[in-house]
Nanobody, 123 residues
Framework: QVQLVESGGGFVQAGGSLRLSCAAS????????TGWFRQAPGKEREFVAG????????SYADSVKGRFTISRDNAKNTVYLQMNSLKPEDTAVYYC????????????????WGQGTQVTVSS
């Protein structure tokens, strides 16, 4: 069982930056992946970014490419999401998730989820 705790959400004006953190309760294996997802009111949860603990290419949704960066600190069992040039449409609850296997976009394929952290971007 993997417990995940997100932090770093908040309120920011358009163009600003935030860094989200996702701390795992246990050490994850290299074959595991961590993903960031978000869910805006009235919308389905969507994939934002993903990284594998063992290295390899990261993955991003087209809507955040060039603005968001996902990274990991294996020693701290923590994954980060640096969000720059934020837009009002980035407003959502952001969740991190872990799965054993490669990065996939479908939410049902992820095994463990955090409780979410709210990000609000004002125009």
């Amino acid at each position: 069982q993997v417990q995940l705790v997100e932090s770093g959400g908040g309120f920011v004006q358009a163009g600003g930056s935030l860094r989200l953190s996702c701390a795992a309760s246990v050490r994850t294996y290299g074959s595991y992946a961590t993903g960031w997802f978000r869910q805006a009111p009235g919308k389905e949860r969507e994939f934002v970014a993903g990284v594998r603990w063992g290295g390899g290419p990261t993955s991003y949704a087209d809507s955040v490419k060039g603005r968001f960066t996902i990274s990991r600190d294996n020693a701290k069992n923590t994954v980060y999401l640096q969000m720059n040039s934020l837009k009002p449409e980035d407003t959502a609850v952001y969740y991190c998730a872990v799965r054993a296997g490669p990065i996939v976009l479908t939410t049902t394929s992820w095994n463990f989820w955090g409780q979410g952290t709210q990000v609000t971007v004002s125009s």
